[in-house]
């Protein structure tokens, strides 16, 4: 399966400012990726769906000026919290799929906010 | 509204006993159902897609089955083994995007 990895793994930020989580695909092109956030014991939930070089897919709910997302070349996707809260604390998840129908996700982003 | 539920929150079982984990799903007809593994503070792995039009699919241990017609999957870890112990999440296929809808997942427990 494909191979994505996740930067960093776990951060802690003061409360206002902002946190920007790399989500890289090691060994193929991902047009596509998607951004997740997940609450303990909660399903997983579809933040945005990120494309390479257009403006990314907010799902309903989601802040689009709130998760900055930045697709910008074929292996890269970043995800931005701006000005953090507390409620923000959370596991940030990406995946990628080679246009299949499996989704291959990376390690997970645990932001704590205080 | 589209809907998925697995059967539960937590599964306790015997180490070389079969476990069983369920999914429900309501309002959908989805193209195909997949299972993934997820680990304490790690992303989900994929285990295996099964079809509308397929039955069952097997790999190893693991054993899918698909009910279109009860609107349910059937997840099977035979022999299980304490290494078998995490949270087992089902999906759905979106309508579109390759984007995929997903269960609160089941924490199965394997006790040696």
């Known amino acids: 399966g494909a191979v994505v990895s996740q930067h960093p793994s776990r951060v802690i930020c003061k409360s206002g400012t902002s946190v920007k989580i790399e989500c890289r695909s090691l060994?193929?092109?991902?047009?596509?990726m998607f951004w997740y956030r997940q609450f303990p014991k909660k399903s997983l939930m579809l933040m945005a769906t990120?494309?390479?070089?257009?403006?990314?897919?907010?799902e309903q709910g989601v802040e689009k000026d709130k998760f900055l997302i930045n697709h910008a070349s074929l292996t890269l996707s970043t995800l931005t919290v701006t000005s953090a809260h507390p409620e923000d604390s959370s596991f940030y998840i990406c995946?990628?799929?080679?246009?299949?129908?499996?989704?291959?996700f990376g390690p997970g982003t645990r932001l704590t906010v205080l | 509204s589209q809907k998925i539920e697995q059967n539960s929150e937590a599964l306790n079982i015997q180490e070389g006993k079969t476990a069983t984990l369920t999914c429900n799903y309501t309002?959908?007809?989805?193209?195909?159902l997949q299972w993934y593994r997820q680990d304490p503070g790690r992303g989900p792995v994929f285990l295996l897609l099964?079809?509308?039009n397929e039955k069952e699919k097997r790999k190893e241990r693991l054993k899918v089955t698909f009910d279109t017609t009860l609107k349910q999957s059937l997840f099977h870890i035979t022999a299980s083994q304490p290494a078998d112990s995490a949270t087992y999440l089902c999906?759905?296929?979106?309508?579109?995007?390759?984007?995929?809808?997903w269960g609160a997942g089941t924490k199965l427990i394997i006790k040696p």
């Open positions: 309002n959908y007809s989805p193209a195909y």
């Open positions: 995946s990628t799929t080679p246009h299949t129908d499996t989704q291959y």
């Open positions: 060994d193929f092109q991902a047009t596509t």
């Open positions: 099964i079809r509308e």
């Open positions: 990120s494309n390479e070089g257009s403006k990314a897919t907010y």
């Open positions: 999906a759905l296929a979106a309508d579109s995007n390759y984007q995929l809808i």
